[in-house]
């Protein structure tokens, strides 16, 4: 079945490209912030329009559409053989502030257009396929990465923590699921949970999100591990005061003790003896954030990776120890030192990545193998099931900005390994 599929498509893979574009760019109209920068945050009215707009994509794929508690959406087409485990595919379409219109939208529109692809070339699924439209991949709203597809591997840590969590206006997770439709039975988000096994394969496509294959001109990247995140919220205390009147010896300075423990986070990255170490200080809050008033508190989030889980934990502790110690030789007080995740890396599995490398020989397509820094949905994907990643290149790396872009040509590609991959999974 496969390789008569093989045979006969290589030759007419019918991708839309020109649409899959144009609705790349009309998702990315659903944004807070003016073009080219796309902002789309969980469940806000921008996101929940976007969603509606994928579901009406998998609609028209002729794909059955379910939504779970908390969004995860899933478009599934039905196998010949539809008691077995399904091959799963899907990525996020919430972007950080100021982010671009590429990462994440690329897996899930993609995935619909490998969908199409399939069924225009006549291919019958044996294991039913299903596209998955992540909640909230990105921590922006409610601190925490993946906050979908860690709720479907089965966290019933953040199913509790969520029953307590509120985002910056102090509106709860819950009040900001209900406002876009979801969460309203109850606050019981076990159902969310998915068994291990519930999938044969989840593949996911993603922009590469840095610049080896453009820089290498290679076509396709087969990821074969998902670098270890982890992320920490501190917060210092101290007594403030007038920015004139409170001579140096005085003070106690909530502003330079944060000041302090950044530059402490890049040493430690520095000095972990890898360059796969990386340590980011991405928000840092000053109050009150008036110029002639010492910071009486200041508010950091923290975010540190490494492909070795130990090396990476390493740093974490050296982290904690210096805002222990900053707080004592500033006097300060550290008010609150959390670790939000400490994730361990995910390997890609061995006959996924076949799969995958079988296709882009059928394509003509260059290869390469390499990990992902960036962490995806697939991290936690790989809790449950056997899991591999496609990357295509993406101009300069950039992304989680603006100028964040890939040609028509690269993810034509994606989208056809993707197609290819998933016929032969779906196959197994
Ligand atoms: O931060 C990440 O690695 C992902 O792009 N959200
Ligand atoms: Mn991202
Ligand atoms: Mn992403
Ligand atoms: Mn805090």
Same mark, same amino acid.
């Given at each position: 079945e496969f390789e008569s599929f093989l045979s006969?498509?290589?030759?007419?893979?019918?991708?839309?490209?020109e649409t899959l574009q144009s609705q790349i760019e009309e998702l990315s109209t659903f944004s807070d912030t003016p073009a080219p920068s796309v902002t789309r945050i969980l469940y806000s009215e921008n996101d929940v329009l976007a969603r509606r707009y994928v579901k009406n994509l998998m609609g028209l794929s002729g794909l059955s559409v379910r939504e779970d508690a908390v969004?995860?959406?899933? #478009?599934?087409? @039905? !196998?010949?053989?539809?008691? *077995?485990? /399904?091959?799963?595919?899907?990525?996020?379409?919430?972007?950080?502030?100021?982010? #671009?219109?590429? @990462? !994440?939208?690329?897996?899930? *529109?993609? /995935?619909?257009e490998a969908i199409n692809v399939l069924r225009r070339s006549g291919f019958k699924p044996k294991r039913s396929l299903e596209v998955i439209l992540f909640t909230s991949e990105e921590p922006t709203?409610?601190?925490?990465?993946?906050?979908?597809?860690?709720?479907?591997?089965?966290?019933?840590?953040l199913a509790n923590s969520l029953k307590e969590t509120v985002d910056s206006q102090n509106m709860s997770f819950f009040d900001a699921a209900r406002s876009a439709g979801y969460a309203k039975d109850n606050e019981d988000l076990s159902t969310v949970f998915l068994k291990k096994g519930s999938y044969s394969a989840f593949v996911e496509l993603h922009i590469e999100q840095g610049p080896i294959l453009?820089?290498?001109?290679?076509?396709?990247?087969?990821?074969?591990?998902?670098?270890?995140?982890?992320?920490?919220?501190?917060?210092?205390?101290?007594?403030?005061?007038?920015?004139?009147?409170?001579l140096m010896p005085y003070r106690n300075d909530a502003g330079l003790g944060?000041?302090?423990l950044a530059l402490a986070v890049e040493k430690y990255v520095l000095e972990s003896g890898s360059i796969d170490t990386v340590g980011t200080v991405g928000i840092l809050e000053l109050h009150p954030g008036a110029i002639n008033s010492i910071p009486s508190k200041s508010h950091l989030k923290i975010d540190t990776r490494d492909i070795d889980e130990k090396r990476r934990n390493t740093v974490v502790e050296k982290i904690h120890q210096s805002a222990v110690t900053i707080a004592k030789n500033r006097r300060l007080s550290l008010t609150e030192f959390k670790i939000i995740n400490q994730d361990p890396p995910a390997l890609s599995d061995k006959s996924i990545i076949r799969a995958m490398e079988i296709a882009t020989q059928e394509l003509n397509l260059t290869h390469k193998s390499m990990i992902s820094r960036a962490y995806h949905d697939s991290l936690f994907m790989a809790r449950i099931s056997p899991m591999g990643m496609i990357f295509i290149p993406c101009y300069k790396g950039y992304s989680h900005k603006p100028e964040e872009y890939a040609s028509s040509g690269d993810i034509a590609n994606g989208v056809k390994v993707l197609a290819l991959t998933l016929a032969k999974l779906s196959q197994d």
């Open positions: 006969t498509s290589l030759h007419s893979i019918s991708l839309d490209i969004g995860n959406i899933f #478009g599934r087409w @039905d !196998g010949y053989e539809p008691e *077995l485990e /399904a091959v799963a595919t899907g990525s996020h379409i919430d972007a950080i502030p100021y982010a #671009g219109k590429y @990462d !994440g939208v690329v897996g899930v *529109l993609g /995935a619909i709203r409610f601190g925490i990465g993946c906050l979908g597809s860690r709720l479907m591997a089965g966290s019933e840590q453009e820089e290498e001109g290679v076509s396709i990247g087969i990821v074969t591990a998902i670098a270890a995140p982890a992320s920490m919220e501190v917060e210092f205390e101290g007594n403030g005061g007038h920015a004139g009147a409170v944060a000041a302090e």
